[in-house]
């Protein structure tokens, strides 16, 4: 099992974190469709199979220990299933996690930075204070359903 990174191959947004085992990797490789391995399922995931928002191989790199790899993809619609460009969306800036693009149903995603609002733009919604350190004990994962 290795961990893959996602991301568009022409602007170098970052999309997904997902992961893949070698029969993933293998058919990735095969067919230049992204499949990963869905860890809660157990199974393989074509990344689109449901949702149409498939991601096409451009090139496939594999990090200098061989234990993860960084898809550069062409993606079509949203990658995250959230419906967002990116499922890196929430961004921690000190004692505030943001959520920094809106849901974006289908089209391609928008290159980084396109869908960020200014600060006074920004509602109580899509804020949340957390401390310096309940945000140093808090995981990516809970910080991240925090800010939904």
């Not at 393989?44 to 061989?66: F, M, N, P, Y």
């Not at 929430?90 to 809106?102: C, L």
């Not at 974006?104 to 960020?116: F, N």
């Amino acid at each position: 099992m290795v961990t893959a990174v996602a991301q568009q191959h022409d602007s170098g947004e970052v999309l997904m974190l997902a992961w893949m085992n070698r029969e993933a990797l293998r058919e990735t490789l095969d067919t230049g469709r992204v499949c990963y391995w869905s860890r809660s399922r157990q199974a393989l995931w074509r990344k689109g199979e449901s949702s149409g928002h498939r991601q096409r191989l451009i090139e496939a790199r594999l990090d200098c220990d061989g234990d993860a790899v960084l898809l550069l993809v062409d993606q079509q619609g949203p990658a995250c299933h959230m419906g967002r460009p990116s499922c890196f969306y929430n961004a921690v800036r000190g004692e505030v996690v943001e959520v920094i693009t809106a849901p974006r149903p289908g089209g391609r995603p928008s290159p980084m930075g396109e869908d960020r609002r200014p600060m006074q733009r920004r509602t109580s919604c899509s804020r949340r204070r957390v401390g310096r350190r309940q945000a140093a004990r808090h995981s990516a994962l809970e910080l991240s359903s925090q800010a939904r």
